[in-house]
């Protein structure tokens, strides 16, 4: 059974940083391209960041510069640091594993975890 499951994420204020981090479990981790995505109330999810196979990145606009995606194969791991953080990044973040080399697309994600809420204070 496959599960991700997310945790880091809390309460911060503006300018602060967090580290969201997302475990695998029973897939071969480092055939999937792991993304994190994120979502507001009433809005679909919304990609965040990527990082490929072969651990090549690619970011939102709206992240590029702030956030920092990385991965660990030998421990199923997907991290996401989150630096000068606003307001508009408070969403609930779900990190998820896609077959495809590259996507931004959340029907290309086999799978998901159940999101961690990061709330951004002014």
């Known amino acids: 059974q496959v599960q991700l499951v997310e945790s880091g994420g809390r309460l911060v204020q503006a300018g602060g940083s967090l580290r969201l981090s997302c475990v695998a479990s029973?897939?071969?981790?480092?055939?999937?391209?792991m993304g994190w995505f994120r979502q507001t109330p009433g809005k679909d999810r919304s990609f965040v960041a990527q990082v490929n196979q072969n651990s090549g990145t690619y970011y939102a606009d709206s992240v590029k510069g702030r956030f920092t995606i990385s991965r660990d194969n030998a421990r199923k791991v997907v991290y996401l640091q989150m630096n000068s953080l606003k307001p508009e990044d408070t969403a609930v973040y779900y990190c998820g594993a896609t077959g495809k080399s590259f996507s931004i697309v959340t029907s290309d994600y086999n799978y998901w975890g159940q999101g961690t809420q990061v709330t951004v204070s002014s």
């Open positions: 029973g897939l071969t981790f480092s055939v999937y391209g």
